[in-house]
């Protein structure tokens, strides 16, 4: 049974001019241990998504299913119960600046009535697991942006969540940070074996630690699945476009590819796409070793991500048609997913 399970998910509110639909007929299942991203522009209804999840607005339709509860079903007081199950941090941190570090952390605790002895344990225990010992005593405004959402973090495990909903987490922070407080979360997700669904714009974040994306657009799920398959094959135009923006180059390349066709015309111009072990496999090498041709790479990148390797190149290979055409069907034969730009004269 999923942990996680919408089916036909609708919510509709009232507007000015009638009903907005921000989230229309999503289903999607999320198992025990995934770290799960959904990612989408402002306004494609990633936010009313989460706030699906943690009950905090009910379904107009459909059905919001977690551990085999209909979230929509519950009175009150289960509701109330439920939500302790699922921890939440948010692109702001939204801690009491009033209160020391250790004192935002006890704050879910102390709401539940645990002995103060009790929450202070939990909240030492905590601090430490994010990496802020000795830190307890400081206020907000004494820590950094990065230091912030590991208090932020550590206060949404206070009361033992089997499920932490992150909504733009690492939105306001800069790269180097957003990477550290990504491996927090992947270590995190490792060591307790905690489930995580993930909003963000960012496809390096879904890149780093998810196993499993769903794109949004306009209130609907468009495409989902294994992340690289996903990287690999996208299907539709946004996801194309958030792939490619996290490979594009960081140079233009454009004027130096019609500069080697023009002094190659024989030439042939190729995208190679790579995923899982031809990633780190060096195909491009053997090609040449193998067959009478040169291959100049002309852009491109392999990243990894949380299940293994992606990545593109374009290259130009020069040599008798014949021995293309071999190195070609090598790199099919080593599974390598080939979209050919420009075929020589």
């Not at 522009?41 to 989460?50: D, E, I, N, P, Q």
């Not at 020391?100 to 103060?116: R, S």
């Not at 060591?191 to 669904?197: A, D, E, G, S």
Request: hydrophobic share 40%; aromatic share 4%.
């Amino acid at each position: 049974m999923p942990l996680i399970e919408l089916q036909h998910v609708q919510k509709q509110f009232s507007g000015k001019s009638g009903q907005v639909t921000a989230v229309n007929d999503v289903s999607l299942t999320v198992d025990q241990g995934d770290i799960y991203g959904i990612v989408g522009y402002s306004g494609a209804g990633k936010s009313t998504l989460v706030r699906l999840l943690n009950g905090l607005e009910l379904p107009t339709q459909g059905e919001v299913v977690i551990q085999g509860q209909n979230v929509a079903q519950m009175a009150n007081r289960e509701l109330r119960q439920f939500r302790k199950k699922i921890g939440m941090i948010f692109q702001h941190f939204n801690l009491l600046w009033s209160r020391t570090i250790l004192e935002n952390i006890m704050l879910p605790l102390e709401l539940a009535n645990v002995p103060k002895n009790v929450r202070k344990e939990r909240a030492q225990e905590l601090l430490n697991l994010v990496g802020l010992q000795g830190r307890g005593d400081a206020y907000p405004s004494q820590l950094s942006g990065g230091q912030k959402q590991r208090v932020g973090i550590a206060r949404a495990l206070a009361n033992n969540p089997e499920i932490l909903l992150c909504d733009e987490a690492t939105s306001a922070l800069d790269p180097q940070t957003t990477d550290e407080v990504l491996d927090l979360l992947l270590e995190i997700n490792k060591t307790l074996n905690l489930t995580i669904v993930l909003i963000t714009h960012e496809m390096h974040v879904i890149r780093k630690i998810c196993n499993k994306v769903a794109v949004m657009e306009l209130g609907q799920i468009v495409e989902e699945g294994d992340v690289l398959e996903v990287f690999r094959h996208p299907k539709q135009a946004v996801t194309k476009r958030f792939v490619q923006q996290e490979l594009e180059p960081k140079e233009d390349t454009e004027e130096l590819l019609q500069e080697l066709i023009k002094e190659n015309p024989a030439g042939l111009v190729a995208t190679l796409q790579f995923s899982g072990d031809n990633a780190n496999e060096p195909v491009i090498s053997q090609a040449i070793r193998k067959f009478a041709v040169d291959i100049n790479v002309v852009q491109g990148q392999v990243q990894q991500a949380k299940e293994g390797a992606f990545g593109t190149l374009t290259v130009m290979i020069t040599g008798t048609p014949n021995e293309i055409e071999q190195a070609l069907a090598f790199f099919t034969e080593k599974e390598v997913v080939m979209e050919v730009i420009h075929r020589g004269e």
